[in-house]
């Protein structure tokens, strides 16, 4: 299933879609890790740390949304400790200045003590995050390796905590198909999350006419 512009339905549409394809990539994770050594979750991982908007009620709207959406995290079985967080961006996240750079803040903050990180960001790029999502998770780094594409403007990243950290940036499009992104569970060990599946399931939960208007905005 190709990938939909949502940025022609509300914000509330995506929220709802959201949750839905967080939960279902969570129940395919519980299938594909090694169920003896890990657990998947749907979580709150950071609550309500994203500063309330002064700038408008709009905003203040879809910074509520951001609060209020839940990422998957992938634990140890033997000490609970989360070993990896997959994470769907959302129009929250990058609505300020503020908020995209708390979000930068916080998932960096996963990654420097060893905690991998799987983003997938399906809204395109906004002055706050020219070159898409990647630059503001891993700053300018790799500035001689990411090249941003304009025709494939969204990302899918997946990313390896620690002193040696890694990123596996994919540019994807509207009206492209998900690839499978690679999720760390250690450093060399990672298993592959079906975007195309659990998002197609996500995505056919939503009622029909809104699935309708969003097939419309995919080009052929």
């Not at 995505?203 to 080009?219: G, R, V, Y």
Request: aromatic residues 10%; proline residues 8%.
């Amino acid at each position: 299933m190709p990938v939909h512009d949502w940025t022609r339905v509300d914000v509330g549409v995506f929220h709802a879609f959201h949750h839905g394809w967080i939960s279902e990539i969570s129940r395919e994770l519980n299938r594909i890790i090694p169920a003896d050594k890990y657990y998947a979750l749907p979580v709150l991982i950071f609550g309500d740390t994203v500063p309330p908007s002064s700038v408008s009620k709009i905003v203040d709207v879809i910074e509520w949304y951001a609060n209020k959406k839940k990422s998957v995290a992938v634990f140890r079985r033997t000490d609970h400790l989360t070993v990896a967080v997959l994470d769907i961006v959302t129009p929250g996240n990058k609505c300020s200045r503020g908020t995209i750079e708390l979000f930068g803040k916080q998932y960096r903050g996963v990654l420097e003590p060893g905690c991998n990180l799987d983003v997938i960001d399906l809204y395109p790029p906004t002055s706050r995050d020219p070159e898409g999502i990647h630059p503001v998770i891993w700053g300018e780094d790799d500035a001689g390796e990411y090249k941003f594409d304009p025709a494939h403007p969204l990302t899918c990243a997946a990313y390896v905590g620690g002193a040696d950290a890694q990123a596996f940036v994919e540019p994807v499009a509207v009206g492209d198909v998900l690839p499978n992104l690679p999720l760390f569970l250690l450093s060399d060990v990672y298993v592959n999350v079906p975007l195309e599946a659990t998002y197609r399931s996500a995505f056919e939960a939503l009622p029909k006419f809104l699935q309708d208007d969003l097939n419309a905005t995919i080009s052929v």
